[in-house]
């Protein structure tokens, strides 16, 4: 199968648009620790705290495998544009079909963790309506 040396480039601005999401995601998950952290050590308890604290330690886990593979990715299609130049196309081809696969793989690991995200929330939200239907 032949190739274009652009075809591979075409991954630059996806990966970069990807990674950066991942990378303003992980700030904001270390922004919600730092503030847990602030709140305990104020005295306030956040409701079902060490489940909250599981899931934002996952989230973190989970943001630098994001990040690993989204570099892989790019390392991988630089790899692959490297082989097509020097007329190595079907390693080129393999390349580039393991850069698309890890990006599929950050993609899904992103999904989880969004996830992650919404029940750590839903935490939230539910402990708001439950202290609302005991004012009642």
Do not use: W
């Amino acid at each position: 199968m032949e190739m274009s040396i652009n075809t591979p480039a075409l991954l630059f601005p996806a990966i970069a648009i990807l990674t950066l999401g991942y990378v303003n995601r992980y700030l904001g998950t270390a922004n919600v620790i730092r503030t847990f952290k602030k709140d305990y050590d104020g005295g306030y308890i956040h409701t079902d705290l060490i489940v909250q604290l599981k899931i934002l330690k996952k989230r973190i886990e989970l943001s630098r495998y994001m990040i690993s593979m989204a570099i892989g990715a790019l390392m991988l299609a630089c790899v692959s544009m490297l082989f097509i130049f020097l007329k190595y196309s079907d390693a080129g081809v393999v390349a580039f079909a393991t850069a698309v696969s890890a990006m599929i793989v950050s993609t899904l690991f992103s999904l989880y963790e969004t996830r992650l995200s919404n029940k750590s929330l839903l935490i939230e939200v539910h402990d708001i309506l439950d202290q609302e239907a005991n004012k009642k």
